[in-house]
């Protein structure tokens, strides 16, 4: 990866998980309101230790080339000089702070 090449952490939710992850591909979908992410980067671990969130991430998304995300589920999304971790964090209900977006996003006119 070069200096001129985006990097993107993604943090979005999942099934009561929050995924943070790490890609060089992110667009505005041809879908009405999803995000697509692309061309995962994963950590290559020369260690003992092993993550196993970030192992279940890998194996989650080892054959997808790109994933659509709705738009309401991203957290956050930051442009990164260096990749991280990648991770699920399961949310706890009682400290669980994420507000869903208000829905509906896009309502037609009824005339």
Do not use: C
Request: overall charge neutral.
């Amino acid at each position: 990866m070069t200096k001129t090449d985006p990097l993107y952490r993604v943090q979005f939710v999942s099934n009561g998980e929050s995924y943070d992850v790490y890609v060089k591909s992110l667009s505005q979908s041809g879908l009405f309101g999803f995000v697509e992410i692309g061309e995962f980067v994963w950590d290559t671990h020369t260690g003992i230790v092993v993550d196993p969130s970030h192992e279940k991430l890998k194996s989650e998304f080892a054959d997808v080339t790109s994933t659509y995300i709705p738009m309401h589920n991203i957290l956050r999304i930051d442009a990164v000089s260096k990749k991280g971790t990648a991770k699920i964090t399961k949310l706890d209900n009682k400290s669980d702070k994420v507000m869903p977006f208000p829905s509906p996003i896009y309502t037609p006119n009824k005339e």
